[in-house]
């Protein structure tokens, strides 16, 4: 036999291959499947196909390439993140789709509204901020207590709530201080001042 070492006879599509192209399996004599990997999967494709079940279709890709199943377009290995659980080390979505998923995912599971609903909420407010109203509205508010949807705000906004820890008297204090009325001493008699409370 020429091919016994260096290459294997396919019992379906009946060509001589070489051992690389056969998955293992240890209850084999040689400890190789009987059909060649290409086979293998038509085969498979055929028995989920008389199940019932939906298979995908396989899709040839160039070298150094995968597709993404979510947005349909192949892309480079650069645009994929790293999994290394995955048979061929890359995630199942591209990095787009998977920022997409995670942004919405985001919404829903921190604030309980969907992307349509946040979109909604912005065009309420007409685009802006709903504190300074002249920086993009981009940041979802809510209420910590309650954690009831408020409004969408921009990032500065979003902050300054947050320092201030939701506390109404301390952010009327801040607006009397920038206003200049809680800071400045009151001229009570010539030389005498009386400081704020």
Same mark, same amino acid.
């Given at each position: 036999?020429?091919?016994?070492?260096?290459?294997?006879?396919?019992?379906?599509?009946?060509?001589?291959? *070489?051992?690389?192209?056969?998955?293992?399996?240890?209850?084999?004599?040689?400890?190789?499947?009987?059909y060649?990997?290409?086979?293998?999967?038509?085969?498979?494709?055929q028995?989920?196909?008389a199940k019932?079940?939906?298979?995908?279709?396989?899709v040839?890709v160039?070298e150094g390439h995968?597709?993404?199943?979510?947005?349909?377009?192949?892309?480079p290995?650069?645009?994929?993140?790293?999994?290394?659980?995955?048979?061929?080390?890359?995630?199942?979505?591209?990095?787009l789709?998977?920022?997409?998923?995670?942004?919405a995912g985001h919404?829903?599971r921190q604030?309980g509204?969907?992307?349509?609903?946040?979109?909604a909420?912005?065009a309420?407010?007409?685009?802006?901020?709903?504190?300074?109203?002249a920086?993009p509205?981009?940041?979802?508010?809510?209420c910590h207590?309650t954690?009831?949807?408020?409004g969408?705000?921009?990032?500065?906004?979003?902050?300054?709530?947050?320092q201030?820890?939701?506390? *109404?008297d301390?952010?009327?204090?801040?607006?009397?201080?920038?206003?200049?009325?809680?800071?400045k *001493?009151?001229?009570?008699? *010539?030389?005498?001042?009386?400081?704020?409370?």
């Open positions: 036999m020429l091919y016994e070492g260096t290459a294997k006879r396919c019992s379906r599509c009946k060509q001589h291959k *070489p051992r690389a192209a056969f998955a293992r399996n240890k209850a084999m004599r040689d400890g190789l499947q009987a060649c990997r290409e086979c293998a999967a038509a085969y498979h494709q028995r989920q196909l019932g079940r939906n298979v995908r279709p396989r040839d160039p995968k597709l993404c199943r979510t947005c349909g377009e192949i892309k290995h650069s645009e994929w993140t790293r999994n290394r659980s995955a048979s061929d080390g890359l995630a199942t979505l591209c990095k789709c998977k920022a997409v998923q995670g942004r919404l829903k604030y509204i969907t992307e349509v609903e946040r979109d909420l912005v309420s407010q007409g685009g802006a901020c709903c504190i300074c109203l920086a509205a981009a940041h979802v508010d809510h207590e954690g009831r949807v408020r969408v705000l921009c990032f500065s906004c979003n902050a300054a709530l947050g201030f820890k939701d506390r *109404p301390a952010i009327r204090r801040a607006a009397a201080y920038v206003e200049g009325n809680a800071w *001493p009151t001229l009570v008699a *010539p030389g005498v001042y009386r400081l704020p409370s």
